[in-house]
């Protein structure tokens, strides 16, 4: 399945692959990659309220800020939570931004290998093989309860909402 006039990059218009998800969906299972190359998969954190920050590439001034901000307000959240940060960067350049930058409470994993978590997201972007700038909560129960996909990819999502989210479902 292919999404148009979704998601634009400086304007232009991009084409997301994959099923169209929102809240109250099942949330798909994914396999990704942490940084020393294991599998990590979405039923790895069952039972937790998880957040899945989606960013094209660390190396964007956006997606690193994306990705510094939720560290920093993952500390609001009391519960059992696991919170994951999601590109399709090399995983050895994902753990060079982590401990630059130290990320000590996101784990980075890479989707750079199957792109299983942009294709069953919906959220993989055909022209340029990267993922969509989102933000998903997934609750205990393994449903959507949060998602925002940010209209322009250059543009920050809204951590407010994300974190209030997230905070729910860990209740």
């Known amino acids: ?7 634009t990059m400086k304007g232009n218009p ?15 299972d994914f396999t990704v990659l942490d940084n020393g190359l294991a599998p990590i998969k979405l039923s790895d954190s069952a039972n937790k309220a998880r957040l899945l920050s989606v960013v094209p590439s660390l190396d964007t001034s956006v997606c690193n800020k994306q990705t510094v901000t939720f560290n920093k307000r993952l500390p609001e959240v009391v519960g059992n939570v696991k919170p994951y940060a999601i590109s399709v ?7 060079r931004f982590a ?3 130290k990320i000590d409470r996101l784990q ?8 299983s978590f942009g294709n069953n997201y919906g959220l993989l972007i055909k022209e340029l093989r990267l993922l969509a700038r989102a933000v998903l ?4 129960n393994d449903r959507i309860s949060y998602c925002q ?19 729910k479902a860990a209740r």
């Open 99 to 101: 401990q630059e930058h």
């Open 1 to 7: 399945m292919e999404r148009s006039n979704l998601v």
């Open 89 to 95: 960067d090399l995983p050895f350049a994902q753990g």
């Open 108 to 115: 980075i994993v890479s989707d750079h290998r199957d792109v």
């Open 14 to 28: 991009v084409t997301l692959v994959g099923v169209a998800l929102k809240v109250g969906d099942k949330a798909p």
């Open 149 to 167: 996909i940010v209209p322009e990819i250059g543009t920050e999502p809204d951590y407010d909402a994300a974190i209030e989210a997230l905070k």
């Open 137 to 140: 909560v997934v609750d205990k």
